[in-house]
């Protein structure tokens, strides 16, 4: 099992890192060891096994600190299990569809074991001046969209397939065990 897991993220107003205190808490109660925190305070990779990593998402794109983070590190989050969720579209149904624009690329750099969008939340008495006209003009509706329940079944399915590696970890430690020992009572 990963023995130190990084759960980060990259938020504007807090809906996103909210996702990642869930995704933190289910892992938690799992058994896992976990830091959550935000993306730009994340110094080193050293001291984690596997990530989730996740971006709030504006006018179809993450945001900047993510892409960077993952751009920058990308050597070493290919190496370790890595799982990406996004977090932004909004209304019923959440518009718009489909990945943010840097997702694919993202996705060919580290090969994560998944890539979730979450229905985020907006609320308008958070936003900026600028935000503000960007929403009014493209008449986004405001409210909390975000649905905790499928955020709590994605966190317990990367749980599952921690758990299952540390499972074929330890079956090929048994074997290696066995193989020296079968190998010491021949000579």
Do not use: Q
Not at 23 to 28: H, S
Not at 53 to 77: C, K, N, Q
Not at 82 to 90: H, N
Not at 157 to 184: F, H, P, Q, W
């Amino acid at each position: 099992m990963a023995s130190r897991i990084l759960v980060a993220g990259a938020s504007r107003h807090g809906a996103t890192l909210d996702i990642v205190d869930a995704i933190a808490g289910v892992l938690t109660h799992r058994g896992l060891s976990v830091v959550d925190k935000p993306i730009d305070e994340v110094a080193d990779l050293g001291e984690f096994d596997a990530a989730v990593i996740g971006s709030a998402v504006y006018v179809g794109r993450w945001m900047s600190d993510a892409v960077e983070f993952i751009d920058s590190r990308a050597d070493e989050l290919s190496r370790m299990p890595v799982w990406l969720f996004s977090s932004g579209p909004i209304g019923d149904p959440p518009m718009p569809e489909g990945d943010p624009t840097e997702v694919p690329e993202l996705i060919d750099k580290i090969a994560p074991r998944d890539h979730r969008i979450f229905a985020g939340r907006l609320d308008k008495d958070r936003l900026g001046l600028g935000e503000r006209l960007i929403v009014g003009m493209v008449r986004a509706p405001g409210g909390d969209f975000r649905d905790f329940p499928a955020v709590v079944a994605w966190a317990n399915e990367i749980a599952d397939s921690l758990e299952s590696d540390a499972g074929a970890d330890a079956d090929e430690e048994v074997d290696r065990t066995r193989e020296a020992l079968l190998v010491a009572a021949m000579r």
